[in-house]
């Protein structure tokens, strides 16, 4: 009897969940220019189940520049400059500015597949891991970004590399 105890007190330890396994790390590489960039790269769908990649990224060192690039699947969607990302959380609301075309590489992209957003004013007001709601209008009406996600965004501006 005491052995069938313990069987199952096993199993039921092994079936608890162990913190959030769904969460990616932060990663650093450097850029082709050798400058240092830490980013958190997330592919999630909107309420219509079109594949997004979101990649959030400082460039240089703690201080950086921040920056979220939306990327979707060329030929399937295009998206216009400026326009800005409202964001979501609760009541809560923000308007990332559109700074796509202040990349060299994004405006002579033909496909015009991906915008990047300034992330700094979203990430110097957020306090908790709450869940977001991105809209982009014309592009996507919602996609929620789920708290380990913005975990690692709140990482980004003071992470070491």
């Known amino acids: 009897m005491e052995r069938i105890l313990g069987v199952f007190i096993a199993l039921a330890l092994l079936l608890l969940p162990c913190g959030n396994q769904a969460a990616a790390q932060l990663q650093?590489?450097?850029?082709?220019?050798?400058?240092?960039?830490?980013?958190?790269?997330?592919?999630?769908?909107?309420?219509?189940?079109?594949?997004?990649?979101?990649?959030?990224?400082?460039?240089?060192?703690?201080?950086?520049?921040?920056?979220?690039?939306?990327?979707?699947?060329?030929?399937?969607?295009?998206?216009?400059?400026?326009?800005?990302?409202?964001?979501?959380?609760?009541?809560?609301?923000?308007?990332?500015?559109?700074?796509?075309?202040?990349?060299?590489?994004?405006?002579?992209?033909?496909?015009?597949?991906?915008?990047?957003?300034d992330l700094a004013p979203l990430l110097s007001d957020i306090k908790k891991n709450r869940p977001l709601r991105l809209v982009l209008p014309g592009v996507f009406t919602e996609l929620p970004v789920p708290p380990f996600v913005v975990k690692e965004w709140r990482e980004l501006p003071n992470q070491p590399l």
Not at 101 to 117: C, G, K, M, W
Request: aromatic fraction near 8%; hydrophobic fraction near 35%.
């Open 28 to 117: 650093s590489h450097n850029d082709g220019n050798g400058v240092p960039v830490l980013r958190s790269i997330e592919s999630l769908r909107d309420l219509d189940y079109q594949a997004w990649q979101l990649v959030a990224y400082r460039e240089g060192e703690a201080g950086g520049p921040l920056r979220l690039r939306v990327v979707g699947y060329p030929g399937k969607v295009r998206l216009n400059h400026p326009t800005a990302l409202e964001v979501f959380s609760g009541e809560r609301h923000w308007a990332l500015t559109d700074i796509t075309l202040n990349n060299p590489t994004l405006s002579t992209d033909s496909r015009d597949a991906a915008a990047e957003f």
